[in-house]
């Protein structure tokens, strides 16, 4: 299965959701890929795996479908082991945004598709992490991708602007990928004791979005996670946190 987290809104917990849901996904025995399209390179950053510029980023797997090679690397080889048994990654790379006027008007979108596909035997799970906006690379993820999934901060800025990405969605689908389906909204930094995100969640629910039974509440031990570059299943695997994060991934996998 690949998902894609995608959100054009900054700030709404991408990157972490990514990387946890990747590592639960790891300490169940499943052979797990994350891929990182942000330019910010937080997923690799919060796994420690940042490689020098030049070595086997993503950025060098998109840049050799433009460059000629006598003998052209598989994607295989771009992927690297991490702390976490299980979980490999394709590092991120600030080299995206140089390569990305190029790979477009050289119509590369479909190339990360293709670099799963044939990695189709070799993990159970992907995930892709992507920047806070509608570009190639975050097209390429949702080209690419089975299942997308939507995380928000509950407020109303976020409502409105999940509108406007279920009509792209859709039109990617009609025009590029009829497999993409919105797996789930994941309520992010959720604040219990507010009236506000409550109600957004209850009102997405009453339109029939797919919002996820299960949220994750705001916490400091997020953050620690960050700081000891340890996803949450690996630092404190039974907080309360985590276990929201499980919960999710219990959901998305029956």
């Excluded at 997923?43 to 460059?67: C, K, R, V």
């Excluded at 406007?164 to 994941?186: S, W």
């Excluded at 209850?202 to 996670?225: A, C, F, T």
């Amino acid at each position: 299965m690949i998902r894609v987290l995608f959100n054009k809104k900054g700030g709404v917990g991408k990157s972490s959701l990514a990387v946890n849901l990747a590592a639960i996904a790891a300490s169940r025995g499943k052979r797990t890929l994350l891929v990182d399209l942000d330019t910010q390179c937080n997923s690799t950053a919060y796994l420690n795996a940042l490689q020098p510029e030049g070595d086997s980023t993503i950025a060098d797997l998109f840049e050799q479908t433009i460059t000629f090679h006598l003998h052209r690397r598989k994607a295989k080889e771009f992927c690297h082991t991490t702390s976490i048994k299980h979980l490999d990654i394709i590092p991120g790379s600030q080299r995206l945004s140089e390569l990305e006027s190029e790979l477009d008007s050289r119509h590369k979108i479909y190339k990360l598709r293709e670099a799963l596909a044939d990695m189709a035997d070799d993990y159970d799970h992907i995930y892709i992490d992507t920047a806070p906006a509608l570009n190639f690379y975050s097209m390429s993820a949702l080209i690419a991708a089975q299942r997308c999934l939507i995380p928000i901060d509950c407020d109303d800025f976020a409502r409105q602007g999940l509108y406007a990405l279920q009509q792209k969605i859709a039109e990617i689908r009609e025009d590029h990928n009829p497999q993409l389906a919105v797996e789930g909204i994941i309520a992010n930094q959720f604040m219990q004791q507010a009236n506000l995100p409550r109600q957004i969640i209850d009102e997405l629910i009453e339109e029939g979005y797919p919002v996820i039974p299960h949220y994750v509440n705001q916490s400091v031990k997020m953050r620690e996670s960050h700081q000891a570059k340890q996803p949450l299943i690996a630092l404190a695997p039974r907080h309360k946190l985590t276990q929201s994060l499980v919960a999710i991934y219990d959901h998305l996998n029956p």
